[in-house]
Nanobody
Framework: QVQLVESGGDLVQPGGSLRLSCEVS????????VGWFHQAPGKEREHISC????????YYQPSVDGRFIISKDASTGTVYLQMNNLQPEDSGLYYC??????????????????????WGKGTQVTVST
């Protein structure tokens, strides 16, 4: 029943910015975790950022820390990923996923998303001249 829809992917030049959106419906985001994942072509999907919906605590992988900002709007059930200073290596599919209500700890154990999270189908980002 829970559904996640990513949007905002586009073609941008190196150094440019994009804001991705993840709309979550069919479930409340109270005291839960929402994560963003990146999968480059031919590569394994990796966790890049996460936010807890109750406390707003954020997590970042070193590769994006200082460039990407995750935020949330609980009233609309939307989680955003602001991506700045994009580089060609950032190209690929971006997915969002959420864990069950009452499990904000998914942000600290991201493998839980892979095991039992609910996922969107992804949005494409291409960074190129």
């Amino acid at each position: 029943q829970v559904q996640l829809v990513e949007s905002g992917g586009d073609l941008v030049q190196p150094g440019g910015s994009l804001r991705l959106s993840c709309e979550v419906s069919g479930v409340t985001l109270d005291d839960s975790a929402v994560g963003w994942f990146h999968q480059a072509p031919g590569k394994e999907r990796e966790h890049i950022s996460c936010i807890t919906t109750r406390d707003g605590k954020t997590y970042y992988q070193p590769s994006v820390d200082g460039r990407f900002i995750i935020s949330k709007d609980a009233s609309t059930g939307t989680v955003y990923l602001q991506m700045n200073n994009l580089q060609p290596e950032d190209s690929g599919l971006y997915y969002c996923a959420t864990g069950p209500p009452g499990a904000p700890w998914y942000c600290r154990f991201y493998s839980s998303f892979e095991s039992s999270g609910s996922w969107g189908k992804g949005t494409q980002v291409t960074v190129s001249t």
